[in-house]
């Protein structure tokens, strides 16, 4: 059996080059403030490959997609153990775009402390008197540029955004961020719809795209997991103060509560959050994860 080793690792995923596509491989390792924890959440990277899966199925008309098979019969043999079923995605291999597409539905975190100050969002001015997890009006559309692990990504204007594209892409580089807007824009409405009917408010995410071989921007990496997305329950949802969440919050909270933690959890937070992953899942997909 032929072995593979990964050709990237990233914070929490593994990517494998099998020479035609890619299996990307979510482990179970979490990170907050752009740091990874000494601890493992069990079955979190089977959540997130099954929420992405979910999600590009469900808008695979919207926009194509990355993903071929999440089933491991589908890979390699050395992927057929069972460390890599459930968490692993076969994917088609693309060049990707050095923009990470956010888009903020409502107000809150970063956004919320920028708004306090000055009365906009990455250089959006947004109307007077918003209270802290508003919703927004329209949603807005806050690209960053993509930092090395370890560095902070930063936030930047759709116009720079251009900029950015244009060295890489020299004459594409209005065509390529208006197709990323546009369609982060569009992925968002159509599932954050969709999950608000389901018990959950989508109140932010980010996506990341890339171009296949005949240069069409697709959508890549994951998809509108507690990772990449701040979910909130809908039930009880009330503007004015930080909301419940079903992400990394009790993390990042137990975290900044204790300051001298060296990056080790408690055995209660982790399960309080991988319980929260999965009550996500749940209510998105009507399906279970064991």
Not at 46 to 53: A, P, R
Not at 219 to 227: F, V
Request: charged share 30%.
């Amino acid at each position: 059996m032929k072995e593979f080793k990964p050709i990237k690792e990233g914070k929490v995923r593994e990517i494998y080059d099998t020479t035609e596509n890619l299996v990307m491989v979510a482990t179970d390792r979490i990170s907050a403030f752009d740091v990874i924890l000494k601890n493992k959440v069990t079955k979190k990277g089977t959540v997130l490959t099954q929420m992405s899966k979910f999600w590009f199925d469900y808008t695979k008309d919207i926009i194509p997609n990355h993903m071929v098979s999440v089933d491991v019969k589908d890979m390699p043999e050395f992927f057929q153990q069972p460390q890599f079923d459930g968490n692993s995605m076969l994917c088609k291999k693309l060049e990707m775009l050095p923009i990470e597409c956010i888009v903020r539905g409502y107000i809150t975190g970063s956004g919320w402390a920028s708004y306090q100050e000055n009365g906009t969002v990455c250089g959006i001015s947004l109307p007077a008197g918003l209270k802290e997890c508003d919703k927004l009006p329209e949603p807005i559309y806050t690209p960053s540029t993509k930092a090395e692990i370890g560095d902070h990504d930063e936030n930047i204007s759709y116009e720079k955004s251009i900029e950015v594209l244009e060295k890489v892409y020299p004459g594409k580089g209005e065509e390529y961020a208006k197709a990323l807007k546009d369609s982060t824009l569009k992925l968002y409405k159509a599932c954050a719809e969709y999950a608000l009917s389901k018990g959950i408010i989508i109140a932010d995410t980010k996506f990341e795209f890339g171009l296949d071989e005949n240069g069409n921007v697709v959508l890549a990496d994951e998809m509108l997991t507690p990772d990449s997305s701040r979910f909130w329950p809908a039930e009880g949802y009330e503007p004015g103060h930080s909301q419940p969440s079903f992400d990394k919050q009790f993390v990042r909270d137990w975290l900044k509560a204790n300051p001298d933690s060296d990056y080790n959890l408690p055995q209660e937070i982790i399960d309080k959050t991988i319980d929260k992953y999965k009550e996500a899942y749940h209510l998105l997909t009507g399906k279970t994860i064991d």
